[in-house]
Every structure is written in structure tokens, then in C-alpha cells.
């Protein structure tokens, strides 16, 4: 730490003045206390802060909180800011709550992968995708909050769309849909199919 | 590993999720390129499963019996020579529309495994318990079907007040109405309410059943949590989002699809 700065002033590169360290300590409270995923706008307006300070606050606790010698991580999840246990403890953790791991089925998976990626989509379309009968799957992932219904499509039937829910980017540490790795590009099957056959 | 059909041997699980992922399965295993679909050798495969299947006790699902079908008359095509005219007329072959279908279904499998790996919410990662984020309010538990019929009984036998003789009414009460109503008092008393309490403030039987209802749907879509904090207590009802983000062409929509 360079010794040019003021002890209560945390140096910051692109900052002149830095960020007091009271609302860096702050905010990490607050972060802490929420539980929930908290924005950068709630903090602000709690603290009666500049946005930019909290920016600068959250930049260097996560700075702190992270890598493999803190046990805790600062994560931006569903568009706000969680402390989360770092996942190398994931089975310890489990074993001191007693608790079991929470599972998801291939299906409950692909049918949260087809919503994520084509939402808003109807029952139809994903059963269609998947070649088989989603719904009593569908049921229990609504059930369990990570799929919402988001509407009607306008067409016959007026049938229910659906989307995935804030818990949903909760539950896969993504900090909003953006964050989804990109689906592979579609192959297009060969058009050639006829022609490997004109011979018989 | 073909001589495995034994009497003792139930199957749990469901060894596939449907046809394509069998077909996906398949075409893995037996080095079949998607994109030039070998129907031939892929329908031999995949019916010479479902026998094994059938041998394993497990019950084949109509989907799969489909599938099969679908094959079956996809190998026919390709065994009976065709009619130039009819190539032309055909836009499409039914074969690429298959190999088609199985290149989306893998992208969005591929999809699903990503998400598998991803850290996990109380597998991988953990965040403070929901125990720890008591928002300071009574200890409360969510409702039960069991309260909310003894709710039920409770409102139909409550009709004290007789009935009035002569009802004019420009129309019988509706559903979306009495969903409104819901959210709109709910709303003006700061998104909570007391469910025995607004039932109690309505005179009709019909429109007291009518708004139970409401209550029902617009909770079973997630917008209203219901619950209890002493058995047979007062039923708190607490809207889950603002009541401009509820959605009441979703809530009535089936009653109007169901012909009301």
C-alpha cells in the first residue's frame, strides 16, 4: 500500500480521491446482512452514496473476497451482489449442515436450458423441442420458483408462456441472462441427403 | 450384458428422457453423423432397444412407440424407389427434418450439461440461510390445501345474512372482476390482507366462492403467498410482486377459455 494516501482513504487507480474506507465496510455489512442478492443502485440509496462510490466499494471487496485463500466470494448474481461460499467447500459444507445436495433432473436441466434460451416459450414448444411429454416436470420446476409464467402468447388456446425467474439466476450464480454461455451455433443438416441416394 | 432380463430385476429409473435423447444415445454409440442420418441403420438400432427395454420390464412410453413409427416409415421411403414428380412436390425431406430435429434437441442437451457443471446454489455454493434473512416478522408457515378447505366450509356455512330475494345485477359476478377486486384492495392495504376478512366483507355466497378463487389462482401463479401462523388462524395473504406487474389476462384467461 502506497503511503501518499490518507489512512482512512482506499487508493483507487481510476479515482483520484479513492473511496472511504467507512463505506467500503459498509457496504460489505450491508451485503452481508441482505442475505439476498443486493444492487449497487439499494446500496447507494441506503448509504446516501454516489453510485460511483459503491462501484468502487464493491470493486475492492471483491477484490478481497476472493481466490483460493478466502473462504467466502463476493458474487454478482441476478443482477444484484451475494456473499457466497467458495465452491471447493461445497461437500464440507454440505456435510456440517446436514444437508442434502440439491439435485435437478436431466429433464428438470434441459427443460431450464430450452426455457433460458428461447424464453418466453409455451408448453407446446417445449415438449415439441424435446420430443417428449415436459409438463409434469414443468409443474415442479414452477413449484420450486426457477421457471415463472410470464404472460399468454397471443394465438389459439391463448397458451401460457413461460420464463425463467430471478431464483433461477440465483440458483446457477449468473448475473442476469446475458451471462448464459452462448448455445452452440445450429448444424445444419447436409442437403446432400437426396443425393447420397439418387442411385437407387 | 443381453442376457440381463431376469425376473428380480426392476428399473427405477428412467433410463431416457424420451425418444430423441434414445436416438442421440444411439447415434453415439453406433458413430452415426447426425447430419447425414443413416435411417436404416439408426431405426434397426433404436427398435432392437426397445425390445431390450421391453425384456427390462420397463414400460415403453407412447413417445417412444411414435418414434419408432416414424422410423419404420422413414425406412420404408428410403427402400421404395420414388417418382421424380413426387421429389419435387415434397419441399422437404422427412429425413432432415429428423436429423434437424435431433441437431436442436443436442444444442439444447449440450445446453443442460452446461448447466449441470455451473456452480450450484446449495450443492456447490451456499449463501446465508433463509433462516438468517428473518425479515423481523412472525414465525409463519405456508398454507396447506387441508386450511384452505376448512376455509372453504367455513365461508359456504357462513351465510347468515339470507339471501336476497331479487338480485339485480347488470351481470353475474366474474371471475375477473372478483380478481381485480383481490388486487385492488390488497394493493390500497400495502400488499397484505387477512383472506377470512375479505370473504366476511362480501354479502354473496356466489361472490364470496367466486373470490376464494381468485385468491386460489392468482396464489397458484405465484403472485400471492398464503399463510398461517396458528393452526386455524387468520390466513395472511401478501402479494408477491406490484400489483402493475400482475398479469390478468394469464389469471382469467382459462376461465374465458373454458367457456364461463
New interface residues.
Partial sequence: MSDECPPDVLPFPDRPGGVGAGVVAAVEALI?A???PVSTRRLADVLEVELEDVRLAIQLLQSRFRGAERGIHL?RVAAGW??????VF?AQ??QM?G?R????S??A??I???V??RQPVTRHEIDR?????SGGVLRKL?DR?LV?????RDEP??P?EYRTSGAFL?????PSLGA??R??D?????????D??QD? | MADVASARWTVHTEVFDGPLDLLLYLAKRDGIDLKRLAVAVIADSYLAYLDRMRDLNLSVAGDYLVMAATLVHLKSLELLPRLPTVVEDTDEDPRQALALQLAEYARYREAADALQDRPRVGRDVFVRSPAARDKGEDLVAPMDAFGLLDLYYDLLGAAEEPEPILELEASGPDFRGCCERVLDALDAAGGRGELGQLLGSLALRSTRVITFLAVLEIARLGWLGLTQTTHLGPVEMVLQSPRADVDLDAISGWVEASGE
Fill in positions: 452481508f441482505a442475505g439476498e458474487e451475494q456473499f457466497r461460499t467458495a465452491p461445497g459444507v454440505l449442515l444437508h445436495p440439491t439435485k435437478l436431466r429433464a436441466l434441459e431450464l436450458a430450452v433460458a434460451y423441442l424435446r420430443g417428449v411429454d414452477l420458483k415463472r409464467v410470464g404472460g399468454r388456446g391463448r401460457l440465483e440458483m446457477f450464480a449468473l448464459l454461455p448455445l452452440r445450429r448444424v445444419e443438416p447436409e442437403s446432400d441427403l437426396e447420397s441416394d437407387v
